[in-house]
């Protein structure tokens, strides 16, 4: 079996990945949002851990109290660590509500128990990841990655696109990845899901722009988060059944270590994310696409300087098993001038 783990953008299903797609049926009754005191509504999935509580805390500890937080998850009995986070910020900035990304139910019944279903900015977080050789991963998984990081963002969207469009105002935040634009060995079906999602919005901010209705996508690198450590360990004693053992010795003995050391080095933390996230959602014009680490650029650019597409796919080859002593160094040598200071200072946007 393939390496199943949490989206280092989020986790928002449970440490083992079971997927556990119960929505409640009882109707909450309407939250009231606080929109008629000026503060925007935010709703964000995927607020148990990682980066999806951090916006959360972040906006809903901001010192001008301009958002109304309704932090979402699959089960609110993972709430402590957010609680813990915003402090007594729940009940005033901050509200909780049950949602699962995969269940219009859940969706449908969420935003409608919103006071008048505002919402101003909707920050699609919740997604999974897929790790490992492709021959080992069953066609169920993959539909499970799909499943929450495509067709879930995708629900959320239909379901307040509507209500922006009517209003002609809203932004719609998605949390991609820069392997939404540039494949990542052995990430093969997250890296998919996360292009698919990337053309989806592409093609959607085109209309959304006629109805005034914003749409960015945020597109972090490595983002060191509790999980890290544990997946990498339990990722590396995995069998992979299906796959030959040159690959797997390739995955193990090869990827998962160069992984690793990219993580140390060009990794950002959570809160970084969330600080970018927060600059996008108060920009006047905000981009629609957004790299948050400026390390990641020259790696983005290589792949549109070459139309054939050689150029990006033989340079990573090259890296990972031609020169991988090579690639060690740099790496090593990058996380010395990446220090804490210098990556602060290199969130993006600007």
Known sequence: M???????????????????????????????????????VVLITGCSSGIGLRIAAMLARDEKKRYHVVATMRDLKRKEKLLEAVGDAHGDTLALRVLDVCSEESVRQCVGGLEDRRVDVLINNAGIGLLGPVESISIEEMKKVFETNFFGVVRMIKEVMPDMKRRRSGHIIVMSSVMGLQGVVFNDVYTASKFAMEGFCESLAVQLLKFNVKLSMIEPGPVHTEFEVKIMQDVAKMEFPGADADTVRYFKDVYLPSSIHMFEAMGQSADDIAKCTKKVIEASRPRFRNLTNTLYTPIVAMKYADETGGLSIHTFYNLLFNFGTLMHITVSILKCLTCRCFRRRNISPD
């Open 2 to 40: 393939a390496g199943r783990l949490h989206d280092p953008l989020d986790f928002s299903r449970r440490a083992d990945g079971s997927p556990e797609r119960r929505a409640t049926r009882t109707r909450a009754p309407a939250l009231r949002t606080m929109a008629s005191d000026g503060r925007k």
